[in-house]
């Protein structure tokens, strides 16, 4: 039994720390488990580095020596292009233009161990052309030709270069070359002498998935080039090529997965290949790095190492990670702040995370972020607004009340405080109206001269014999004679009415009586409570300009 509970409270705990702390991508895992779970890689074949990020905000998802200083190689390739869409957009240069190629990119494309394709001196070529052929082939004389189309010459354009690098925060990248030429490529080739770099381009794995990043957002027209599986350039049946894209995850692919759409590879050695992945799966788009694979190396099934690293880590994040709603558009509470979002509020989470979210300065963030790729991007947020009515128009646009509102943060111990100092100043108002309690004798002259009388005193007083009971038998005797007087002398009067002094006293006496018990039950009833009516609006009102100061001062 005692073994059970252990079982049972080990298991709890167990439980409570996967609850307490979700699954994420560590820096123990590593492309060699991820790997070996589907296909046996040697190590050494794998890539040496792996990064990925999500593609809205710039999150982190996965990395992996992710720091090193490298030569991005024909990867270079993605600052060409960025220029190239950046010069479109400022209208700088358009579809329609064109450039013709010379003796020199003739040369330049016919040596073999870069990448390239055939250019023909005196053909002309056009902006569509020169993309497909920098993006598919990676074609080293294709890029050379377009930096000479957006800026008259390579120098101009490597200026342009790292001058984009520094603003969109590319810090440890310096650029030689608009393409992946080394100075030891063109040292046998004296008539290219003009285009030998000083040295190889220096960048590191975070620098380009933050390009990567900034074209993907900023022109994302830029993947319906490089989803396509094959592409024609040159209409001219002489110069005409055609290139398979090399990208093993797009549709049509044995390795195809879903939602593939881009973005570059670099064959340029076989040892040391390179390729940066794009892949959209429900409204998540992620951006995949890798750097270093031995594609020399072959395994069982014929499948590449980057190829299978590259479907691992893939998978692996959309297993790990999605893209959902963390706030909904309309209004929304959060922190006991109510306000408007116009758009939905999205974001890339662990699936077993929830968001946190957190006010401030008019806009709604999301506290619990994962790392972003460079401290450039900003952070995760979304402007919100509050809807006024016009009665709160009125009041914005009072001096007096702006100021208040302004001095003080409204919140349920503000509401508190108004509501407290408000009724304590109606209770205070009514205790103006409420009439004092008076003493008997004071401020009614005629109660002063009223006798009070007691139970006891009523029934002594009424057992009292009253004057006309002992003159019942004189008032008959003098009735008698009055009435023979009358006679004798014979004057008819009529009937006479004998109004006895006795009887009439009699008579007032119980008037009075009466009417003294009858003011007695319809005497008003005094409120007695005037002074605690008073002095509790006072507290009131005080206690609540005391808790609007605290609330202020703190």
Do not use: C
Not at 3 to 14: G, H, M, T
Not at 215 to 221: A, D, G, I
Not at 300 to 319: K, Q, R, V
Not at 342 to 365: C, H, M, Q, W
């Amino acid at each position: 039994m005692k073994q059970l509970k252990k079982y049972i409270i080990a298991s709890l705990f167990f439980a409570l720390s996967f609850a307490l702390f979700p699954a994420t991508v560590q820096a123990e895992d590593d492309l060699t488990t991820l790997t070996n779970g589907q296909q046996i890689v040697a190590e050494e074949n794998l890539p040496t580095t792996s990064l990925v990020i999500e593609a809205q905000h710039g999150q982190i998802l996965w990395e992996e020596n992710a720091d090193l200083t490298i030569d991005p190689g024909y990867l270079t390739h993605l600052m060409t292009l960025y220029l190239t869409y950046e010069a479109l957009q400022k209208e700088e240069i358009t579809w329609k233009s064109t450039i013709t190629a010379t003796e020199t990119h003739q040369t330049l494309s016919q040596i073999q161990y870069v990448p390239n394709n055939n250019i023909f001196a005196g053909a002309t070529y056009s902006l569509e052309d020169l993309i497909k052929l920098v993006s598919l082939p990676t074609s080293t004389t294709a890029s050379y030709l377009l930096a000479e189309l957006v800026a008259g010459d390579i120098d101009a354009f490597v200026v342009k270069m790292n001058d984009m690098a520094q603003r969109i925060g590319m810090k440890q990248t310096t650029f030689y070359s608009p393409s992946g030429l080394t100075p030891e490529s063109l040292r046998t080739y004296d008539t290219l002498t003009d285009l030998v770099p000083e040295q190889s381009n220096q960048s590191t794995p975070k620098d380009l998935a933050l390009l990567a990043f900034q074209l993907v957002n900023k022109f994302p027209e830029l993947l319906d080039v490089t989803k396509q599986t094959d592409v024609v350039v040159q209409g001219s049946l002489v110069t005409q090529e055609s290139f398979y894209n090399r990208n093993p995850f797009l549709f049509g692919q044995p390795n195809a997965i879903k939602g593939a759409n881009g973005l570059l590879m670099d064959y340029s050695n076989l040892q040391q290949t390179n390729a940066i992945f794009t892949v959209k799966q429900n409204g998540m788009t992620v951006i995949s790095l890798l750097l270093g694979a031995n594609e020399e190396a072959t395994v069982e099934s014929t499948t590449s190492p980057m190829t299978i690293a590259g479907e691992a880590l893939i998978n692996h994040t959309f297993d790990t990670y999605d893209y959902r709603v963390i706030a909904n558009k309309g209004e929304q509470i959060i922190n006991r702040t109510t306000f408007y979002l116009e758009n939905d509020f999205s974001s890339v989470l662990p699936k077993t995370t929830d968001a946190i979210l957190e006010t401030k300065e008019g806009r709604l963030y999301l506290t619990n972020s994962l790392p972003l790729i460079s401290d450039s991007l900003p952070e995760i947020a979304v402007p919100y607004s509050k809807q006024t009515t016009t009665i709160e128009e009125k009041v914005k646009n009072s001096g007096f009340v702006s100021f208040i509102m302004s001095a003080f943060e409204i919140t349920k111990l503000t509401i508190l405080a108004l509501g407290t100092i408000v009724i304590g100043f109606l209770f205070f108002l009514m205790s103006f109206f409420i009439p004092k309690k008076t003493n008997v004798g004071e401020n009614d002259p005629n109660e002063g001269n009223e006798i009070e009388e007691s139970p006891q005193d009523l029934n002594a007083f009424e057992s009292i014999p009253l004057v006309s009971e002992h003159n019942d038998d004189l008032n008959e005797e003098e009735d008698t004679e009055e009435t023979l007087e009358l006679d004798e002398d014979e004057i008819e009067l009529g009937p006479i009415e004998v109004i006895d002094e006795a009887t009439v006293e009699e008579e007032e006496i119980f008037q009075s009586r009466s009417d003294r018990h009858q003011t007695s039950e319809t005497k008003p009833f005094k409120w007695p409570f005037r002074r605690v009516t008073f002095y509790g609006g006072l507290t009131l009102m005080i206690a609540g300009i005391i808790s609007l100061i605290a609330q202020y001062l703190l």
